[in-house]
């Protein structure tokens, strides 16, 4: 595992919460352009409210931790906002998707298209977090395993 294993987490929680603020001013724009109904509003926000509480909490964790075998249940932790995030997002998606098809004007099939394009890219970031979080997790428990093995 990287010596700088601390400033890559420390990034993709960063990075987490600034997409779940693009996220929310997305939701926002959306409702407030009659793209999105009022329930489905409180629906997305309601499955969002979590999210940035557990990132803040997480990152003042890890910033306390001084080794990576501490890591392990943050790490697990940081997975589970991590797949939040992306049901969501892809919620978001379909949902947009599906009012593409019947734009209300030009303008919403814009807006729509933007949302879109926004929130493909904010998923593949996303993916490629999880997989750097995968590639920490397992690179931990087969440290462990050879430690444990040492021991023995």
């Not at 969501?88 to 593409?100: D, F, M, N, T």
């Not at 004007?105 to 926004?118: A, N």
């Amino acid at each position: 595992m990287d010596r700088n294993w601390k400033n890559e987490v420390g990034q993709v929680l960063e990075n987490t919460l600034i997409y779940v603020d693009q996220d929310q001013r997305l939701i926002q724009l959306l409702y407030e352009s009659d793209v999105i109904s009022q329930k489905e509003f409180d629906q997305i926000t309601g499955s969002m409210e979590g999210i940035r509480p557990s990132l803040q909490t997480m990152s003042k964790r890890i910033e306390k931790i001084q080794s990576r075998n501490g890591l392990l249940p943050d790490l697990y932790q940081l997975m589970n906002v991590l797949l939040e995030c992306k049901d969501y997002e892809e919620r978001l998606v379909e949902g947009a998707e599906s009012k593409i098809q019947f734009p209300q004007s030009t303008f919403h099939k814009r807006l729509l298209e933007y949302c879109i394009c926004q929130l493909d890219l904010q998923l593949l970031n996303n993916a490629v977090f999880r997989k750097m979080i995968y590639t920490y997790i397992f690179r931990i428990i087969e440290y462990q395993k050879v430690v444990q093995k040492y021991k023995s």
